[in-house]
């Protein structure tokens, strides 16, 4: 169907309204569209803005080391271990059960606390720039494929200290308030 030309000027709330009933020819509906195809293209830049600025808010909440309140997770280790620094690499590897001896040599048992505990999560995230499900599948893959064992588990952060005090080699990670002298703090790169 062929629509007249109509020389007058029209003012179209809907253009696609008025391209059912026929009132627009299709030169008309080339300019009535501009100012609709441009107000799209204006939501998609707002709406991609907003995406963005969500974005960036929640990145920047992710990459707060501690909230407040909170105290930092640090790496400890037995007394009688001789190494004082770790890089991270090499922190991720024994705590994922990957390397089994300390960097001189010395067998290193490895100890943590419950996926769900809140510092086990923020230990993982924030020393270690992983989640705690990775280190868990990594652990059940060694164990099914009987390749390796996973970590000894403890219960709680007390648990954690005295079992690192008196297991040689031992490698665990606590808050800040519940370090003495029993145990030292292995310093991460």
Not at 55 to 68: E, N
Not at 141 to 165: C, I, K, Y
Request: contains cysteine.
């Amino acid at each position: 169907m062929r629509h007249q030309l109509i020389h007058a000027t029209v003012v179209v709330n809907d253009p696609c309204m008025a391209l059912e009933r026929g009132v627009l020819s299709t030169s008309e509906q080339i300019y009535s569209m501009r100012p609709f195809v441009f107000t799209v293209y204006l939501g998609r830049q707002i709406a991609l803005l907003t995406i963005m600025i969500i974005l960036v808010i929640g990145l920047s909440l992710t990459c707060t080391t501690a909230y407040a309140g909170e105290q930092p997770v640090l790496l400890v280790a037995n007394s009688d271990v001789t190494t004082r620094r770790l890089n991270r690499d090499t922190a991720r590897a024994i705590i994922a059960m990957r390397q089994r001896t300390w960097p001189d040599g010395q067998a290193v048992r490895v100890f943590v606390l419950d996926n769900n505990h809140p510092v086990h999560a923020r230990f993982a995230k924030e020393q270690l720039s992983v989640y705690p499900h990775q280190l868990q599948l990594a652990w059940d893959r060694m164990v099914f494929s009987g390749t390796g064992q996973a970590p000894d588990r403890v219960n709680n952060q007390l648990e954690m200290r005295e079992r690192v005090a008196n297991t040689p080699g031992a490698l665990g990670y606590l808050e800040r308030e519940y370090l003495d002298d029993s145990i030292q703090v292995i310093s991460m790169d």
